[in-house]
């Protein structure tokens, strides 16, 4: 009889007497003989649990020494034929096998397997050979995800390559040995030939992405995500991270970048391009707190020759407008190969030149002074009246060229402002002339009244001969 036919008729008979003991009237029954049957089938019991008890300890001590060798048996089965494919298996099956000699030795070869499959891929990369980066690539990814994840982390050192870019120690020492131009030129260099690896990387990995086994992909998603996402994400955090800390240790380097930045949205922009053909389009933003410094650098020398061009009661000199023009132009030519700068840009020229007009129209005046027609000379308020006309219609001529979208509030206020001012001095005009107009008390060649007329008319031609925009203005004279 079995252990297990043993343990089924010792089950039976406790569940006959206790059945016995409910079911039969105990004054027809001897109680004490049905406790003593009872208490003779607990002891029983007990015997036969002990009885069970030990033959499955010595049962599970059997199947243990069986499980031990079927294990030492499927690892030496698998180490006679130790390669890429068996190594999973193989990293089960020897944790509990110390015993065995095989088993001792298996982590060393195990390590120069891994080491030789990582030089030949690596080999393949670098030689962008499609066959070879595919066989051993699936080698080392069916061996161990996290060996292939350790492999890539360890071939592109994304932090380190960031560091170097940016060690502030290699940088300071290359400024004591050069001025801040050419140290600049370097800089950008270095971070050129940086995103050239970057692009480089990406290549390697969009390679390797393609070559994976759909089931890889899976695993690997999991754990880093697509792999050419993976790189940027990490760059963008480590080059972030190195440029601030730079940045906080050397002033020099943080104006610099600032000063610098469409240089650097250049190279981004390059890299950029060269990844579109990867059908890949990163988002490089570790750069992007450079971005409103400079915004506001820009802004400060748009204004800066604003003021310098309308000062307090003086009339505007030209050469102050061709200031503005070249810094509007250089502002935004600087940009121009970047949409998105150029228009944040063009916001900046924008605030400038609105405020340029602010700044006239509260120069330019209508008082007596600058409506007075006698004198030898003009005014000094009707000079400062002259030159804002022309310097509006000279900006004007600016931003048209520039193809900005700023030319209708300048002719707004041109137009408006030219056309208060004459309509000032023709009314001032008429109150002279009907205060002159009397009859000659004798008949002359030449009335007084026509005298005067000619004077004055002539006075106010010559005044709006001043205006370098005086032929635009014939239907005010007429």
Partial sequence: MTLQEIDQEITKLSQDINHLVLQVPLETIDRHYILEQKQSTSQL??????????????????????????????FLSLYQRLGP???????????????????REYPLKRQQLVSDVKEHLKLGLDQMDHKSVAQYLNDLVSMDIQLFIAFLQDRYQIQQQCQECFDIQILQRELKASTVPQWALWLW?????????????????????SLLMP???????????????????????????????????????????????????RIINDTNSKLQTLSFDPKIECFLFLEGPYLSRSMTRLLESVNQSVLDNKPIQMDSIDKIGR???????????????????????????????????????????????????????QLVNLSILDSLDKLGDIVFEKQLDLIHPIV????????????????????????????????????VFMSEYVAKISWLYKLLQRLSIHERLDWCLS
Wanted: aromatic residues 8%.
């Fill in 412 to 447: 707004e206020q041109l137009s408006r402002l030219g056309e208060d001012w004459l309509s000032q001095l023709i009314h001032v005009l008429d109150l002279i002339l009907n205060k002159i107009h009397t009859p000659d008390k004798q008949p002359r060649k030449t009335s």
């Fill in 85 to 103: 494919n068996v190594i999973r298996e193989l990293d089960q099956l020897h944790l509990d096998l110390e015993w065995l000699p095989e088993t």
């Fill in 45 to 74: 019991l007990t015997i036969f649990s002990k009885f069970k008890t030990d033959k499955l300890q010595e049962l599970k001590m059997t199947r243990e020494y069986m499980r031990h060798v079927k294990r030492a048996i499927s």
């Fill in 189 to 209: 260099q270095r971070l050129s030939v940086l995103m050239d690896v970057c692009f480089k990387i990406s290549t390697e990995l969009d390679l390797i992405w």
């Fill in 327 to 381: 810094t509007i132009a250089s502002e935004l030519d600087v940009v121009k190969f970047d949409t998105r700068l150029t228009e944040k840009v063009t916001k900046n020229v924008s605030k400038a030149v609105q405020m340029f007009l602010v700044k006239t129209e509260n120069q330019f005046s209508l008082d007596s002074g600058s409506v007075l027609i006698t004198g030898s000379q003009p005014t000094q308020q």
């Fill in 215 to 265: 089931h890889d992909r899976q695993l690997i998603g999991q754990e880093l995500g697509i792999l050419l996402e993976w790189f940027w994400k990490s760059f963008n955090q480590s080059m972030g991270q190195q440029v601030k800390a730079s940045g906080q240790q050397s002033p020099i380097l943080l104006q610099v970048l600032q000063a610098g930045y469409p240089k650097v949205v």
